[in-house]
């Protein structure tokens, strides 16, 4: 009982600092460095979802439970929402990627609750012999068209602005103004190099270079994900948003 009071507290402590203006909103997709960022940032609150939408459903409701997975959708986000519009001014940063990059690396991010809502609702054997066995359950389960999705139900939706004004082209950032909300939005994959103009953009002093940065390589799976990765660019069935992919300039780039 005692533990669960310090973590209301604590969460209740992180939930009134919504209402601080100086707050960074830092909004992601999820895999696109925003963990970096937000260490980069020191003062800043970083979620995935506002309206109940995570990266990775089955993780979620595995951590929440269906039941608990619906309950924070309509009380916990909407509550959250009201406290950040209660701000005069919102200021939001988030980051774009390749879905060809991004999407692996978020499956493989949370992989062992993928594969169980692959086993358990699609009625699959875990001792079957399949050395495409990962490559099926990606192509299955995962939600290929997530980007562009979020985008649209969550960033666009939260702030008014349209998702086609939120669509970078073939800029490296672009920062979006309307009413109360600015949006700086930038290419992961430059992420480095949006530093100075973002910290120009929430009038904050130059900072150092990111300090950590999540990479799949130095994870406990890395030796699979390679292996992953080799499947994935030898099978080109997959679509990759490609609407998200050509509006934010990724078509003719190459794979990571």
Known sequence: ???????????????????????????????????????????????????????????????????????????????????IRARPRVKIVTFFRDPRDRNPSMFMHDLPFWLTNYICDHGVPSRVEDSEFLLTAYKKVFPHDYPGLWVRNELSRFTGIATEDLWLGNDDYRIVTQGRYSVFIGRAENLTECLAT????????????????????????????????????????????????RANGYVNTPQA
Not at 46 to 75: A, D, M
Not at 215 to 229: C, E, M, S, T, V
Request: charged fraction near 25%; charge should be positive.
């Open 1 to 83: 009982m005692i533990l669960m009071g310090k973590k209301t507290r604590e969460y209740c402590k992180a939930l009134h600092q919504l209402f601080d203006e100086q707050m960074v909103l830092v909004y992601t997709m999820g895999k696109v460095g925003s963990s970096a960022v937000e260490d980069w940032l020191g003062h800043a609150f970083h979620t995935h979802t506002l309206y109940g939408h995570p990266p990775s459903p089955p993780f979620h409701i595995r951590k929440y439970g269906k039941i608990g997975f619906l309950v924070r959708r309509y009380t916990v986000y909407p509550l959250k929402r009201a406290m």
């Open 198 to 245: 973002m910290a120009e953009f929430l009038d904050i002093p130059q900072r150092a270079h990111l300090a950590r940065i999540n990479r799949g390589a130095a994870k406990w799976y890395a030796p699979l994900y390679r292996d992953f990765l080799q499947s994935l660019r030898a099978d080109a069935s997959i679509d990759y948003a490609e609407d998200f992919r």
